[in-house]
Nanobody
Framework: QVQLVESGGGLVQPGGSLRVSCEAS????????MGWYRQAPGNQRELVAR???????DVADSVKGRFTISRDNAKNTVYLQMNSLKPEDTAVYYC???????????????WGQGTQVVVSS
């Protein structure tokens, strides 16, 4: 089994900063891509940022210049540093990883349970 455990969400004022983390554990041979999605009430889940094993990243236009994604491959952990937060960033943030469980298996998607981020004064 593979588990993704997020931490670091919470309440922050507009303009503030927050860092969320996600650690993958379990039967892991390799992880291709790790990333963050978010879902606000009434909205579809959307990509925030993702980072590939080689270090390249994709970042949504809505957070570009404010959010930074990074990764520690040795720890199977991905981080999302969120600066200059806005009320519209309020959402449940979900960690995602494409995990290969053995050399002969394909990469399969796994999700964390989600961590709430609320940006409000």
């Amino acid at each position: 089994q593979v588990q993704l455990v997020e931490s670091g969400g919470g309440l922050v004022q507009p303009g503030g900063s927050l860092r969320v983390s996600c650690e993958a554990s379990g039967s892991i041979f390799s992880i291709n891509v790790m990333g963050w999605y978010r879902q606000a009430p009434g909205n579809q889940r959307e990509l925030v940022a993702r980072i590939w094993s080689g270090g390249s990243t994709d970042v949504a236009d809505s957070v570009k210049g404010r959010f930074t994604i990074s990764r520690d491959n040795a720890k199977n952990t991905v981080y999302l540093q969120m600066n200059s937060l806005k009320p519209e960033d309020t959402a449940v943030y979900y960690c995602y990883a494409a995990v290969q469980k053995s050399m002969l298996s394909l990469h399969s998607p796994y999700w964390g349970q989600g961590t709430q981020v609320v940006v409000s004064s």
